[in-house]
């Protein structure tokens, strides 16, 4: 009988296991459904401050998921980590909070006690900010964050930020310092030797896996989640093995992310109780909201390709050196709502050293997709529909977006630092493009070599092979092109969130209150990016950290009484 039983190890997970294992007298167990990675077992790929490679090998996502992105958009694979630390393994290191007005909205939204001043302490508890010290920012935490250092920026992203501040977009110090607009260098998480630093490793390090309390148990799917009646006593695990195994707890929390934490819930009998009915699955609570509010920064890219003075001197250097936050001015929209990532390449392999992009998203989205279940099995994974662009304002702030990435690198101030500008998104093609393989690379060498020696023939080379048939002009002349291909080939950021959203018990939406327990039951909560009421304007990892760490401090006090008596685990054939 465990007192936490924690399911998904992914960046949350980890943090929870970390911080409720330090009260030795309370006994915790994480079930990872992916493979442990630790400070000796991380594999190069996703040790390396540059992380073109970690999220396109099989091993670290879930191999068979898909989600479509929008109406117009075929459901395609979505990269989700299936491993210890989560996104915080093969994500893009990027270590900002957002937008304060953003807790502030949670509050609103029904979130009781989530506003900027309560979680500001977590956002300061969780860092070691290596290069600002204040009121901000925390100086003893387990995630490491600095700047990459100025001598290491490439000349294309100095000439994309000479670019922007000729435009009025200044450059400022501090990423997650005051909220405004302009440009910024940004914020990473790396280790002392640069190297990624995923949550199973800075925060379950060797002291808190050598801990007698807690068990780390990976290779292991949940199956379901148990109840005696609407009590949350524990759940079923699929070993690798292909054997069962009942885990018994006296909390049950839910941390496998805002697509598979969801589906869990409802494949257990919490969710929309008519379509559970139809799947053949008992309801425990019948809650609408579990699934809905989907969330993702939809995003579009205007890349260049770059002159070999323009190209970085240090290729295993972190690519997204610099970003530009600014406002969309579009009517019932949030200041900075728009974000622009700057990379000094595009990719891990030789084409992509050869393009620089600005990778931009909308910032505070407003679109809302859902996951539901294709059956009642563990080993199917859910639909996921994003339904990106269905609310118009995102779609004109990706159309502005284009024109916007278009005219910063036609600048003449970029001239030598840039050749022929085109639209780009990370389209399945390109996805497809980046596995490594030795088809691929001949196809990559190949093109790399063309591009190189093509001269005056540069443009057309691209039209043809990279953007198959459209230029940046006839899109920038046509608002109709522009929004035919902005619907086309919209893209998201691996930033999944809401589908379980913290509100009151009396909005028939809400799946969690405030302390993160499941409406309608009793001993189960959730604890990740889908708890969140509405996405911030940051890339998502940093702030599910933020989650993680408050409600650690609300579950330690959450245990009761030892009275119930030891169980043994109960063993299933297949």
Known sequence: ???????????????????????????????????????????????????????????????????????????????????????????????????????????????????????????????????????????????????TASPRISPFVRGVLGSLAERGHALHDDQNGPWEDGTFIGSIAVSAKGERIPTSVCYLDDAARARSNLTIRTGEVVERILFDGKRAVGARIVRA????????????????????????????????????????????ADRAGVGRNLMEHPSIAVSAFLPRAARTPFPDEHHEQAIVRFSSGLANTVQGDMHGAILSRSGWHSVGYRLGTIFFWVNKSYSRGRVTLASASAFDEPSVDFAMLSDSRDLERLKLALRFGAS??????????????????????????????????????TLSALLDIAGPLRGALIKSVVTQGITIDELLSDDSAMTQFVMRNVGGTWHPSGTCRM????????????????????????????????????????????????????????????????????????
């Open 1 to 147: 009988m465990f007192d936490f039983l924690i399911l998904g190890g992914g960046s949350a997970g980890c943090v929870l296991a970390a911080r409720l294992s330090e009260d030795a007298h309370a006994t915790v167990c994480l079930v990872e459904a992916g493979r442990d990675i630790s400070a000796r077992t991380m594999p190069d790929a996703i040790r390396s401050r540059y992380p073109g490679r970690a999220y396109l090998d099989t091993r670290n996502i879930w191999r068979t998921l898909k989600a479509r992105m929008s109406e117009r958009v075929a459901t395609r694979r979505y990269e989700q980590a299936r491993l210890l630390g989560g996104g915080s393994a093969i994500n893009a290191l990027m270590a900002n909070r957002g937008s304060p007005s953003d807790y502030d909205e949670w509050e609103t939204l029904g979130a009781d006690g989530w506003n900027w001043q309560a979680c500001l302490p977590y956002f300061r508890k969780l860092e070691t900010d290596c290069d600002f010290q204040g009121p901000l920012h925390g100086d003893d935490g387990p995630l490491r964050i600095q700047r």
């Open 241 to 284: 093995d292909g054997t069962r195994e009942d885990l018994r707890a006296r909390r049950v929390i839910v941390s496998a992310g805002a697509i598979h934490s969801p589906a869990l819930l409802m494949r257990s009998g919490i969710g929309p109780g008519d379509e559970l009915a139809a799947l053949g699955i008992d309801v425990v």
């Open 408 to 445: 910063i690198l036609a600048s003449p101030s970029m001239d030598a630092r840039r050749d022929v500008i085109f639209a780009s998104s990370y389209s399945p093609r390109v996805a497809a493009v980046a596995v490594p393989g030795k088809w691929n690379a001949l196809q990559r060498g």
């Open 503 to 574: 509100g009151s018990s009396k909005d028939p939406l809400a799946v969690t209150d405030a302390r993160g327990a499941v409406h309608g039951v009793e001993g189960l909560h959730v604890c990740d990016a889908s708890l969140m009421p509405s996405i911030p304007c940051a890339n998502t990892n940093v702030p599910t950290i933020m989650i993680a760490e408050r409600l650690a401090d609300t579950l330690r006090g959450a245990v009761p009484g030892k009275q119930e008596p030891a169980s043994q685990a109960v063993n299933y054939a297949p």
